[in-house]
C-alpha cells in the first residue's frame, strides 16, 4: 500500500487483475454527488432528527443504496457536523454551534504523527497517548 500511494503522488498506479478482483470481493463503495450529499444531510435531519457532517452523510447515502434488508447495517459519524456549519446549514437552515470543548476548533493549530507503515510502531503510538 505505501509503494501504491507513493506512485499515486506521481500521477497514479495500476491495481493487478487479482489484486482488483480480491478488493471488490471484500469491500464494497460507493460515491456521492454534492447535491446527493446535501439531500441526505436534510432527510436524516428530517426523519431522524440527527445533524450529519457531510462526509457521513456521504456513508449514510452510500450505505442506505447498499443495504440489504437481511443485513443489519451501522453507520458511524466521521465527524461534528458543526465542522462544516455552511454545508450543514444549507441542508437544513441550521447553523450548527461548536459545543464548548471545541469552540476553538478552527483557531488550532493541525497537528498530525507520521508512524512507520508498523502495527507494533501504531500500537505503541497509541498506547502512548492514551489518556492516563
Known amino acids: 500500500v505505501a509503494q501504491l500511494m507513493n506512485e499515486l503522488g506521481q500521477g497514479g498506479f495500476d491495481v493487478s487483475q487479482g489484486a482488483m478482483q480480491a478488493l471488490q470481493d471484500t469491500y464494497r463503495s460507493g460515491?456521492?454527488?454534492?447535491?446527493?450529499?446535501?439531500?441526505t444531510i436534510a432527510?436524516?435531519?428530517?426523519?431522524?432528527?440527527?445533524?450529519?457532517?457531510?462526509?457521513?452523510?456521504?456513508?449514510?447515502?452510500?450505505?442506505?443504496?447498499?443495504?440489504?434488508?437481511?443485513?443489519?447495517?451501522?453507520?458511524l459519524a466521521t465527524a461534528h457536523p458543526a465542522k462544516f456549519p455552511d454545508a450543514v446549514e444549507a441542508a437544513t437552515g441550521i447553523r450548527p454551534?461548536?459545543?464548548?470543548?471545541?469552540?476553538d476548533l478552527f483557531d488550532r493549530e493541525e497537528r498530525f504523527t507520521r508512524l512507520p507503515n508498523d502495527l507494533d510502531?501504531?500500537?505503541?503510538?497509541?498506547?502512548?497517548?492514551l489518556p492516563a
Open 97 to 103: 454551534a461548536l459545543p464548548p470543548r471545541m469552540s
Open 31 to 39: 460515491r456521492a454527488s454534492e447535491d446527493e450529499t446535501t439531500a
Open 43 to 75: 432527510d436524516t435531519r428530517r426523519t431522524t432528527g440527527e445533524l450529519l457532517c457531510p462526509h457521513s452523510a456521504v456513508g449514510v447515502k452510500v450505505a442506505d443504496e447498499l443495504r440489504d434488508p437481511a443485513t443489519p447495517m451501522v453507520t
Open 121 to 129: 510502531a501504531l500500537k505503541a503510538h497509541i498506547k502512548g497517548n
